[in-house]
């Protein structure tokens, strides 16, 4: 496999600040290979794309903090996710991707290392098997305070709906299951998502990646339009996150801060802005700052 670059080398400055303490909660590390070898399952084999270049990007966007979600060419060998965590000075802590067979050791070792929560990825694309008798043994025995965050395409959202309902801990959408944006605020997809929102109240979603779900391309007013009133009827369970290094988009490669300018078009308000990126991202990963 040839190695692919799938993030912009020199993204813009954006032109909207978040506010001090803004959290990145969509993001992922690749390698560095040398010190962290990629999945021998890898379904892409990415560029080196470490901690640095990552924390980085955080103080050029404008952000505080990141939260570094496994992905899958790292298989279930959190090494990098925890790494970059380590060297992050408290400022990431981390989703993990986990063999269902886990101990409870292993998995406190995990949260000692920042993760807060683990990820059931069910894009065919991406991951051999999603079994799901096993993933609903292992979200039965986390930590407590951990949450599971589920990756899936629309298309699925209903065949899901039994085991999802199953999950006894918070469940966090990412890229709110992928529905089609170009047909609106209201089209089935989203209608789909909203009941499945409404059929619990611990139902979290990540209002991201315009570049993956807008084929209209920057400056993705299909998404804005879509996306904006989920944002407004949900303000307190949503996240937002860059989803650098951006996996599999070489061929669309986003610019971050044009990611970033996204923010105030889908959150118009400062109120809505501190539950999008610090209030909400707080609650999950760092609560213990919050009861302090
Ligand atoms: C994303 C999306 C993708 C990849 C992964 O773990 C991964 O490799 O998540 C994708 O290709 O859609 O959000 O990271």
Redesign the pocket.
């Known amino acids: 496999m040839t190695r692919i670059t799938s993030w912009h080398g020199h993204p813009s400055k954006p032109l909207y600040t978040p506010p001090a303490g803004a959290i990145d909660a969509?993001c992922?590390v690749f390698g560095p290979m040398a010190d962290f070898p990629f999945s021998a399952k890898a379904?892409?084999l990415p560029e080196d794309a470490g901690p640095d270049m990552l924390f980085a990007l955080r103080d050029h966007l404008g952000f505080a903090r990141n939260v570094i979600?496994?992905?899958?060419?790292h298989g279930t060998d959190n090494a990098a996710t925890l790494d970059a965590i380590a060297r992050s000075e408290g400022k990431a802590r981390g989703v993990a991707?986990v063999d269902p067979a886990i101990s409870e050791a292993d998995l406190a070792a995990l949260h000692g290392g920042g993760i807060r929560g683990i990820?059931f990825?069910f894009?065919k694309?991406?991951v051999d098997d999603a079994p799901k008798d096993k993933f609903l043994d292992v979200a039965r025995r986390l930590p407590a305070g951990w949450h599971v965050v589920i990756?899936f395409e629309a298309d699925i959202l209903e065949e899901l709906r039994p085991f999802m309902d199953a999950i006894p801990v918070p469940l966090v959408i990412?890229?709110m299951g992928r529905p089609d944006v170009t047909q609106g605020p209201d089209s089935a997809d989203m209608k789909a998502f909203r009941a499945f929102l409404q059929s619990r109240d611990d139902i979290w979603f990540k209002a991201?990646?315009p570049d993956?779900l807008d084929p209209t391309g920057d400056p993705w007013n299909a998404f804005a339009d879509a996306v904006a009133p989920l944002v407004a009827d949900y303000q307190d369970r949503v996240l937002w996150g860059t989803?650098w290094p951006?996996?599999?988009?070489q061929d669309a490669i986003p610019d971050d801060g044009h990611l970033v300018d996204m923010i105030p078009r889908i959150a118009p308000t400062a109120d809505l802005q501190r539950k999008l990126l610090i209030d909400n991202p707080m609650r999950l990963y760092w609560p213990e700052e919050l009861s302090a």
């Open positions: 969509h992922h379904k892409y979600v496994q992905a899958s060419c991707v990820r990825n894009l694309r991406l990756y990412d890229h991201t990646c993956r989803d951006h996996p599999n988009m």
